[in-house]
């Protein structure tokens, strides 16, 4: 099955830096990639997802970039502030035993982001 | 439109015991992903119902079960509880036709097994 790495575990930054969250995935298959922002306590939300034929993503502050050869993807997060502080999750779609991959996300485990003030 | 919403909140229960957890999906929606989250292993996916069908199934043991109805709400069951089924359970709904369709989650129900 599809397995997802996301690196750093945890990621601490001054308000105004920039973050970057990294991904992998295995599934050569998989052609969808959200990313969702868990605030403590909260259900997660998508923040910005990309699909398999598109290299980049921006959406403000916040941009996504996949290399599908390398089969990895990235979050950055620029002008970082304290409300960015969340657990942040790559997620990749995966082809299951139905042979759809629609409603099927394998997570990466988590990037905790705090946006020290 | 109302959010995912799912029902109870929390619950403990006791090892051995079953529990029955409720999610209704955005109106329209007629898949329901549910997942469990735990801090250890993170968010891994249970199972997918569409329009009344399990589509997708994750590596969880038999004990964990679900099931759609016509007005695609869903539930999921798990029976002999154990100590490590301990875990905020989530379920997403999307419109179920596309691998690109947006997944939104619900607020998750607690369960703790004592």
């Known amino acids: 099955g599809e397995n997802v790495e996301q690196h750093p575990s945890t990621l601490s930054v001054q308000e105004g830096d920039s973050a970057v969250i990294k991904c992998t995935y295995s599934d050569s298959a998989s052609n969808y990639f959200p990313w969702y922002k868990q605030e403590l306590g909260k259900r997660p939300q998508l923040i910005i997802d990309i699909r398999s034929n598109v290299g980049e993503k921006k959406d403000q502050r916040i941009a996504v970039t996949l290399n599908k050869t390398a089969k990895h993807f990235s979050l950055h997060i620029t002008e970082t502030q304290p409300e960015d502080s969340a657990v942040y999750f790559c997620a990749a779609n995966e082809r299951g035993a139905g042979g759809t991959s629609y409603g099927k996300l394998t997570f990466g485990q988590g990037t905790i982001l705090t946006v020290h003030p | 439109k109302a959010g995912v919403t799912q029902t109870p909140r929390y619950l403990i229960k006791t090892r051995g015991q079953q529990v029955t957890l409720s999610c209704s999906p955005i109106s329209g929606h007629r898949s329901v992903s549910w997942y469990q989250q735990t801090p250890g292993q993170g968010l891994q996916f249970l199972f997918e119902y569409f329009s009344e069908t399990q589509r997708n199934k994750g590596n969880f043991p038999g004990r964990f079960s679900g099931r759609q109805f016509s007005n695609s709400r869903s539930e999921m069951n798990v029976s002999t509880l154990e100590l490590g089924d301990s875990a905020l359970y989530l379920c997403?709904?999307?419109?179920?036709?596309?691998?690109?369709?947006?997944?939104?989650f619900g607020p998750g129900t607690r369960l703790t097994v004592l």
């Open positions: 997403a709904s999307s419109p179920g036709t596309s691998s690109y369709n947006e997944q939104f």
